[in-house]
């Protein structure tokens, strides 16, 4: 039961530039949250927001949500080479587990 | 220190030899799941427990067991493994019991299935 979507893909950027990552869902959700995995370790949990929520800000990360357009981006303003990881956003609707995306792989080059 | 711990993190065997995989945390969390990796699959859940003694089927539950007895622990079981259980698993919890909530990750246990 595949919910969020993530795009691109992949994402190459220099370092000091912005990275911006965009998820998409189907069906309405309680919150989306966003998650960040290093090569082949767990993921470490980045931000939750709640349906009801536009923006939320976590340090250099940023992550809006438009419930309208189904529809949530990551922000990562002046990335750094530690920041290369891939992206996953996951989706939370009534009672049930949350639902993952296939991740957005970025690679920050120093 | 505040972890999810999983065991083995490496493990090759062969076609239908049992084996389990721990998974153990010390936050007292109420709920705790496992899921597999797979590239171009991404995540999926396989089993999940909202409480002790409480558990049940996620997306991909086919070949596995699961069982919740204490708190703590909560062990992924593949009673007769195949090449297509071959995959990267990770264990979560969360303190809430509500599966919807931010989630705690072990390190991963990858598993290869001859």
């Known amino acids: 039961s595949q919910q969020g979507e993530e795009d691109p893909q992949a994402l190459s950027i220099q370092e000091g530039e912005n990275a911006t990552m965009n998820c998409s869902y189907k069906t309405s959700i309680n919150n989306l949250q966003w998650y960040r995995q290093n090569s082949g370790r767990g993921l470490v949990h980045l931000i939750l927001i709640r349906s009801n929520e536009r923006e939320k800000h976590s340090g250099r990360l940023r992550v809006t949500l438009d419930t309208s357009k189904k529809s949530s981006s990551l922000l990562i303003t002046a990335s750094r080479a530690a920041d290369t990881a891939s992206y996953f956003c996951?989706?939370?609707?009534?009672?049930?587990?949350?639902?993952f995306g296939k991740g957005t792989r970025l690679s920050v080059i120093a | 220190e505040a972890q999810v711990t999983q065991n083995p993190r490496y493990l090759i065997t062969v076609t239908g030899k049992k084996l389990t995989v721990t998974c153990s945390q010390n936050?007292?969390?109420?709920?705790m799941s496992w899921y597999r990796q797979d590239p171009g699959l991404g995540l999926r859940q396989i089993y999940y427990s909202m409480n002790v003694e409480v558990t049940d089927k996620g997306d991909v539950p086919e070949g596995y067991k699961v069982s919740r007895k204490e708190k703590r622990n909560f062990p992924l079981i593949l009673e007769s493994p195949s090449p297509n259980q071959t995959s990267l698993y990770f264990c979560?919890?969360?303190?809430?019991?509500?599966?919807?909530?931010?989630?705690?990750f072990g390190p991963g246990t990858r598993l290869t299935v001859l």
């Open positions: 936050m007292n969390h109420e709920y």
């Open positions: 979560a919890s969360n303190p809430w019991g509500a599966p919807g909530d931010e989630q705690f």
């Open positions: 996951a989706t939370s609707s009534g009672n049930t587990p949350l639902v």
